[in-house]
């Protein structure tokens, strides 16, 4: 069940800057911290959701168009993924596809677009820099030329023990750091979200949000623990099957050398009966 509200539920730190009623005021403070800026009008924002082109049944996190002047891509991730960049990539074309109209795409005068930026939120247990760089670039199978397209993600630490600064500018978001801090805390007890909640209400941390929205959080808590299980799970089986396919090709290599399932047995140090199954399943010719 927590798989599939995951397709329908926020996680908490979306709906804080996403989706709540508070979203709007949140999001220009975030904005603000990263810029410096004072912008006090929430009327200046456009949210847009972007669908992930990778997994269907999840979105970007945030993508808003501030003061028609920047376009703000951002990932909330409890793991840092070196493919962010990409991912980011292909977000920023759904994102221009809604921003700029389709007739507009082909006037022959310059169609004026948001400046993009693109920040990941990092809150995982590993220990990570309070700030660092991806690039698309380190992905490339050739040094770029001139011409070449570059893509640079901000990562943030935002766990309070790294003391980012951006925690002491976006009061709201040092307080979803302390919020994580407490759940953590809890984690191992019985009815430890629940404890995380009410600890943090006493102590004025999201207190308002957390009074309106309680049991809403603890389901989306719990859908986002499923959800970091399911993928670990998934990460690991997708291991495991690189490593058999290693195998097979290995015993395939081999087969393809000697032209014999007893030699490439001995070789290999496996059980004769693998190596006739993969010989079989691949139509190579080997004597016994």
Known sequence: MAKENKKYKDSVFVDIFYSDETAEKNLLSLYNALHNTELKNTELIRKIKVEDVLYMNFKNDLSAVINHEILELMEHQSTINPNMPLRMLLY???????????????????????????????????DCPAEQELRLSDAYRKIPGRNSAELVVTVI???????????????????????????????????????????????????EYLKRKGSEVRNMLIAEYDYETDIRVKQEEAKLEGIQEERKQMIINALETTKSIRQTALILRLDEQEVRKIAEEKGLFAND
């Open 92 to 126: 920023l074309g759904r994102a221009y596809e809604q921003l700029v109209e389709t007739e507009a795409r082909y006037r022959t005068t310059l169609v004026k677009i948001p400046l993009p930026e693109f920040y990941v939120f990092y809150n995982g247990k590993r």
């Open 157 to 207: 630490n935002i766990n309070s023990v790294k003391s980012h600064t951006i925690l002491n500018k976006c009061r709201i978001l040092k307080e979803y750091s302390l919020f994580i801090d407490m759940v953590r805390k809890y984690e191992k007890e019985e009815n430890g979200m629940k404890k995380a909640i009410e600890e943090c209400i006493q102590n004025g941390i999201l207190a």
